[in-house]
């Protein structure tokens, strides 16, 4: 059974940080792209951040290029979500997710698990 657990949300004013975490179990992780997606409310869910299984292909959204990082550590089965000069529009319920092991893409439909998400707040 395959978990994606995320943690490391909070609150963070305008301009601050927040380091986002996502722990993987029930899959071989090494083999999986992660992708990171929000959802605002009242919105629809978008594309922030894709990494490929070795870390050797990744994606930004427009919105999180030069203040976001993905990364991901296969040893500890986990997939990390920097987010650095945090804005109010930045404020979202931030999910992370896994495609079918060897794809990998930007598209929200591609991916088949996905955690339960973690709410970062950004104030002005």
């Known amino acids: 059974q395959v978990q994606l657990e995320e943690s490391g949300g909070g609150l963070v004013q305008a301009g601050g940080s927040l380091r986002l975490s996502c722990a993987a179990s029930g899959l071989d992780f090494a083999k999986y792209a992660m992708g990171w997606f929000r959802q605002a409310p009242g919105k629809e869910r978008e594309f922030v951040a894709a990494?490929?299984?070795?870390?050797?292909?990744?994606y930004y959204a427009d919105s999180a290029k030069g203040r976001f990082t993905i990364s991901r550590d296969n040893a500890k089965n986990t997939v990390y979500l920097q987010m650095n000069a945090m804005k109010p529009e930045d404020t979202a319920v931030y999910h992370c997710?896994?495609?079918?092991?060897?794809?990998?893409?930007?598209?929200?439909?591609?991916?088949?698990?996905w955690g339960q998400g973690t709410q970062v707040t950004v104030s002005s």
């Open positions: 997710a896994a495609p079918p092991p060897g794809t990998f893409g930007l598209a929200s439909d591609l991916y088949d698990y």
């Open positions: 990494i490929s299984w070795r870390s050797g292909g990744i």
